[in-house]
């Protein structure tokens, strides 16, 4: 019946509930676990998931990494709760906030064999959340629990995400002059997965034939909005605009990843790592991210439903040409954009270069 959810339909519910505190239900073949963000997670909630000591905390290897914890699953590891496990434990084993002022004290005792599958996909759900990327999973024997506690579930063997990304439509364009290229126009992009919409502006009218001028900004609300000094972003979109409403025609996609990817509140928890003296790299990894979490796929879909197949691309991140390659997207030139570097965000830029390979 069309009326009931899809696979992309209860996957975005699963990521609101983890945003909420709510556990999740995940099934693969006759077993099923319910997994909980640990970051949403309250007390109560915790001595239902945790109680019969049956749960285990799943947290990345860079976490894991951070805490001397043995990742024997590779991408993850999971750690037993000792008998005295409490919810402020399980928070500080996610969150490195206080990893300088109050270390952990291990060792940890991780699990070895047995499948991690729940566990996998319980971490990439809170990520997509825009989560800390820890997890409480406990197997769930009573197939009938889920549903009687009215819980969202997936199956992973049918409700993982394609591996082609998500595909969008746009829901509206109009005319938007500014001050840096009049001939502006903006294009709201919507997903069919229910994750966020995603813009491009569009200055003058670009020859679809030719390689267009192009940018892909990933948003940054402090650098973009509020002038902040740490990055070079907001320079980065203001020369780009400039350049594309001095050549006459142009195309910028604002993606909405905030924070390479991770939330705006995981990038504050990076900063305040960083006032720690952790670089903007180390900062990920302790939090338990990859440096980058960005997905590009959403960059070449956007080009390609605007009818762009071939761009110059405003840039100095060789990541970034490689994935609109990987994605079939022609990049026929690299256009610099070096703009915006102050004494603040020296030491970023710098890190950039030595540890992600940009162009200084
Ligand atoms: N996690 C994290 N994200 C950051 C930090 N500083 C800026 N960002 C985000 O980084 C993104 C911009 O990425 P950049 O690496 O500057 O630029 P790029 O788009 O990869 O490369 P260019 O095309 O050369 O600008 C935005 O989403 C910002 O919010 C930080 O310290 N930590
Ligand atoms: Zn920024």
Redesign the pocket.
């Given at each position: 019946m069309s009326l009931s959810p899809t696979p992309a339909e209860r996957r975005a519910r699963a990521r609101a509930d983890l945003r909420m505190g709510l556990p999740v239900c995940l099934r693969a073949g006759g077993e099923a676990a319910l997994v909980v963000a640990t970051e949403t997670l309250d007390e109560a909630r915790f001595a239902d998931m945790a109680g019969d000591g049956a749960a285990v905390l799943a947290i990345t290897a860079r976490r894991a990494e951070t805490l001397k914890a043995r990742a024997y699953d590779g991408d993850l590891a999971r750690i037993c709760l000792p008998s005295d496990a409490t919810l402020e434990w399980v928070r500080t084993v996610a969150d490195p906030a206080d990893d300088l002022s109050a270390p952990m004290k291990g060792p940890f005792r991780t699990e070895r064999g047995g499948d991690a599958a729940f566990h996998r996909a319980a971490i990439a759900l809170a990520k997509q959340a825009r989560l800390l990327p820890a997890v409480l999973v406990r197997p769930c024997s009573d197939p009938e629990l889920a549903r009687e506690l009215n819980l969202t579930q997936l199956d992973l063997a049918t409700d993982l995400p394609p591996a082609e990304g998500a595909s969008y439509d746009e829901v509206v364009s109009a005319r938007l002059p500014m001050a840096l290229a009049e001939s502006g126009r903006l294009h709201i992009f919507r997903p069919d997965d229910g994750a966020e919409e995603h813009y491009a502006v569009e200055i003058g009218q670009p020859d679809r034939s030719k390689p267009v001028l192009a940018r892909?900004?990933?948003?940054?609300f402090?650098?973009d909005l509020l002038g902040s000094l740490?990055?070079?972003?907001g320079p980065?979109l203001r020369g780009a605009l400039a350049a594309m409403g001095r050549e006459g025609s142009g195309i910028l996609l604002y993606l909405n990843?905030?924070?390479?990817g991770?939330g705006l509140a995981?990038?504050m928890r990076?900063?305040a790592l960083?006032d720690q003296g952790f670089d903007?790299v180390e900062?990920?990894h302790r939090l338990g991210f990859e440096d980058?979490e960005r997905d590009f796929r959403i960059g070449a879909a956007l080009l390609r439903e605007l009818g762009f197949s071939s761009v110059r691309l405003m840039?100095?991140?060789p990541a970034?040409i490689a994935m609109m390659r990987a994605q079939g997207i022609k990049v026929t030139e690299r256009v610099p954009?070096k703009v915006g570097k102050t004494e603040e965000n020296a030491a970023?830029l710098a890190t950039?270069a030595a540890k992600?390979g940009?162009l200084l």
């Open positions: 892909l900004h990933s948003a940054c402090t650098g740490k990055c070079d972003c980065q990843q905030e924070g390479r991770i995981n990038k990076a900063y960083q903007t900062a990920n980058d840039t100095n991140n970034k954009l970023y950039k992600s940009h």
